[in-house]
């Protein structure tokens, strides 16, 4: 069993700041990518940021210059923070790992369960 536990989500006014964080538990041999990815209500899951086990980052667009992606191998965890929030950063926020487990030598996707964000004044 893998398990991947978002915290951090909320209410957040414009302007303001928010950081999430994603910790994976299990059977876990090696965690190759880690990233999130957010869902907006009446729109398609997009990615926000992702991260390699080396610590390259690819930021989307969308929120390039407000956000940072980081993790800490050694805890299995990846984190995000975003600042300067617009209310179009309002949605669900999920955490995606792509990783090997003690079963499974082959690479697979692993979804949290995700975090609510909501920027409103």
């Known amino acids: 069993q893998v398990q991947l536990v978002e915290s951090g989500g909320g209410l957040v006014q414009p302007g303001g700041s928010l950081g999430l964080s994603c910790a994976a538990s299990g059977s876990i041999l090696s965690i190759d990518t880690m990233g999130w990815y957010r869902q907006a209500p009446g729109k398609q899951r997009e990615l926000v940021a992702t991260?390699?086990?080396?610590?390259?980052?690819n930021i989307a667009d969308s929120v390039k210059g407000r956000c940072t992606i980081s993790r800490e191998n050694a805890k299995n965890t990846v984190y995000l923070r975003m600042n300067s929030l617009k209310v179009d950063d309002t949605a669900v926020y999920y955490c995606k790992a792509v990783l090997r487990t003690t079963w499974n030598w082959a690479p697979s996707e692993y979804w949290g369960q995700g975090t609510q964000v909501t920027v409103s004044s």
């Open positions: 991260i390699t086990s080396g610590g390259t980052g």
